[in-house]
């Protein structure tokens, strides 16, 4: 049975089962992306808690927010049948009370790619991120590589301020075609639902390239921008090659290397990433 909580007196209550805890922070609209890291959490420990949370201090613009699905006895029903024990879904008030005047920065990680295409983003996702896990007290929280850069981030936010438990990061889940998955994948009309994989397509091209011995990083970015600019309906806002744990544009190819990409399409703006080398490959 999956039992919605919404204070954090009730999250308490939970939490003094003796068992390990799971997190996996959403802002709902679930779709298979999340549903893996609810697999993943139930595997490795015995509660699984599944914030639903629409947090309005990462929204640019006030639209988008109102926009944003809000489905949460659906999403309850999904969470529950894939292993999750509670839905913990906060009001506002909750997790911003009256009078909250607290931010969190993360410099560096964050000035970049999506930091500079979405001003003020990344604070927000800091400080709820840093807000439900410390209402939590995790043993786990999993969180997504689609969004590479946020999971970046939020590494580096769980040392520096020695937030609970461990992060553990999951591999991008993709629909059939290689769109990796997202909610805003349901906005997009149908030519642009089909033009879409040129995202992974040029992802693909660069890692295969890249495991085929090019080491030059601006090469790669070519090869990857000239197919996505030959794709219908996109327009590319960047792809580059970076550093895994700096962010950093590099411009050789080193193990773990990630090529990050985002475009927007239909007025809908996607993101992926793919790493070029695995860990421990020889360059």
């Known amino acids: 049975m999956t039992i919605v909580v919404k204070t954090t007196a009730e999250l308490a209550a939970y939490r003094l089962s003796g068992q390990s805890v799971g997190l996996v922070p959403t802002m709902g609209a679930l779709h298979e ?4 890291l609810i697999r993943r959490a139930e595997e490795e420990n015995g509660l699984v808690v599944v914030s639903v949370f629409v947090n309005p ?6 639209s988008d927010l109102e926009r944003y699905p809000r489905s949460l006895e659906t999403d309850t029903e999904l969470a529950g049948s894939t292993g999750a024990s509670i839905i ?24 970049l790619w999506e930091g500079e295409s979405r001003p003020g ?3 927000g996702v800091a400080t709820v991120v840093s807000i439900l896990l410390n209402q939590v007290r ?18 580096r936010l ?19 075609d290689g769109l990796a998955m997202s909610s805003r994948n349901a906005r997009l009309g149908v030519a642009d639902r089909a033009a879409a994989p040129a995202l992974h397509e040029a992802l693909d091209a660069m890692r295969e390239a890249a495991v085929g011995g090019e080491r030059s990083a601006l090469k790669l970015a070519i090869l990857g921008a000239v197919m996505v600019k030959r794709a219908p309906r996109f327009e590319l806002d960047y792809l580059q090659v970076v550093d895994p744990v700096t962010l950093d544009p590099l411009e050789d190819v080193v193990p773990g290397a990630r090529a990050i990409i985002a475009a927007t399409i239909g007025g809908v703006r996607l993101i992926d990433n793919i790493a070029l080398l695995d860990d421990g490959a020889k360059s």
Do not use: W
């Not at 992306?33 to 893996?36: D, K, P, V």
């Not at 913990?88 to 000035?111: L, R």
């Not at 461990?166 to 993709?174: F, G, K, Q, S, Y």
């Open 57 to 62: 201090t990462q929204f640019n613009d006030p």
């Open 121 to 123: 983003h990344f604070d």
């Open 33 to 36: 992306g999340h549903l893996s």
């Open 138 to 155: 995790p043993d786990r929280s999993y969180f997504g590589e689609k969004d590479f850069q946020q999971l970046v981030m939020i590494r």
């Open 88 to 111: 913990y879904a906060p009001a506002v008030e909750t997790i911003y009370p009256p009078g909250f005047a607290t931010g969190v920065h993360v410099a560096g990680i964050t000035d």
């Open 158 to 176: 769980h040392r520096d301020l020695s937030l609970p438990g461990d992060i553990v990061p999951c591999p991008t889940v993709r629909e059939r």
